[in-house]
């Protein structure tokens, strides 16, 4: 054994080094609970070679009309940008009230989520404020139930790209955080009225991977005639792949990820899509089921966990059950 080997393998090992370095800018918003850095300078540099292979058509079963990237995000950044988001982003654990069969219950979202944006009816000026899209005068006070926030740069540099690959227009940025193979999301489509018809959706993957599966909704007979749904897909999403859903998948196919045994404690997932609300029930909805009225969560480096960044508000107890 060379000396130096000897040397290295006596020596303490050092803490695993970060794979990246914030720099200083920021952005900052009064509906933000910190500030969050902008993306790393050479993270954006590789984004320049997005997408990193082009996108496979998957559109040979009814009603389904997908791209699939695999990847999008060049591999060389893919775990720094996961570390970077993972670290930099305000997390919540949402809860919401629902009544099923009469009963009041209180539903927990089954992984971290966070929301930015707002629909298309007003828009942010670059000093932060927002204007009425069509007027440019200042929105009235009580337009929103919530305090839509602006795009981030770091998420809004992807969104640029994406919108140069798909020709689409995006004005909202969901992300959810998978803590590990528990975290999930139930089958459902995202076809809500507020995005209008056929919406577009680019959906990206950074850490672990996961299944995405995709099932048709039932079909209903004709005159008689029993239509036998076609079957369903499963998707290995791994770090960096992009699915791009649009024209009639949202309206007829589900999807979901579903929770795994086999994904160890400590191997998170970050799912962000970019979508487009037209309305102002969008904004509404997406800040009530993404941020909603808890507290803030944001990564522990030295635990590896999220963890309550400001007291909670609000608190619970009774009829607590797992949502979707
Ligand atoms: O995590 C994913 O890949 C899917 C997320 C999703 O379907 C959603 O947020 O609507
Ligand atoms: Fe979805």
Request: hydrophobic residues 30%; charged residues 25%; proline residues 8%.
């Amino acid at each position: 054994m060379k000396r130096g080997a000897l040397d290295s393998f006596f020596k303490p090992s050092e803490p695993k080094k970060l794979k990246y370095e914030a720099g200083t800018n920021k952005t900052t918003h009064a509906s933000y609970p910190f500030a969050i850095p902008h993306l790393p300078a050479p993270f954006s540099e590789q984004l320049g070679f997005a997408p990193a292979v082009e996108g496979e058509p998957l559109n040979d079963q009814l009603d389904l009309d997908l791209v699939y990237y695999q990847p999008y995000i060049p591999s060389s950044i893919a775990p720094g940008v996961f570390e970077f988001l993972r670290q930099e982003l305000p997390f919540y654990r949402v809860q919401y009230n629902m009544t099923r069969g009469g009963i009041q219950q209180v539903v927990n979202t089954p992984r971290f989520t966070t929301v930015f944006g707002v629909d298309e009816t007003s828009r942010f000026t670059p000093n932060g404020s927002l204007v009425d899209t069509k007027s440019e005068t200042p929105i009235e006070k009580y337009r929103y139930r919530c305090a839509p926030r602006p795009i981030p740069q770091c998420l809004e540099e992807l969104k640029k790209i994406t919108e140069g690959t798909t020709g689409e227009t995006f004005n909202f940025c969901l992300v959810n955080y998978y803590v590990d193979g528990k975290d999930s999301i139930s089958y459902h489509s995202d076809d809500e009225r507020f995005l209008g018809p056929e919406p577009v959706i680019a959906s990206f993957t950074l850490g672990v991977k996961r299944d995405f599966l995709m099932k048709h909704k039932p079909i209903a007979p004709k005159e008689g005639v029993v239509v036998k749904e076609p079957k369903g897909l499963k998707l290995p999403l791994g770090p960096g792949d992009m699915v791009l859903m649009r024209g009639k998948t949202q309206a007829n196919w589900l999807h979901s990820i579903p929770k795994r045994a086999s994904v160890d404690a400590d191997k998170g997932r970050i799912n962000i899509t970019f979508r487009k609300a037209i309305v102002k029930s969008g904004t509404e909805n997406y800040y009530q089921y993404n941020v909603g009225t808890g507290g803030v969560h944001k990564w522990d480096v030295g635990t590896k966990r999220m963890v309550l960044w400001a007291e909670a508000s609000g608190s619970t107890s009774n009829g607590v059950q797992n949502g979707q």
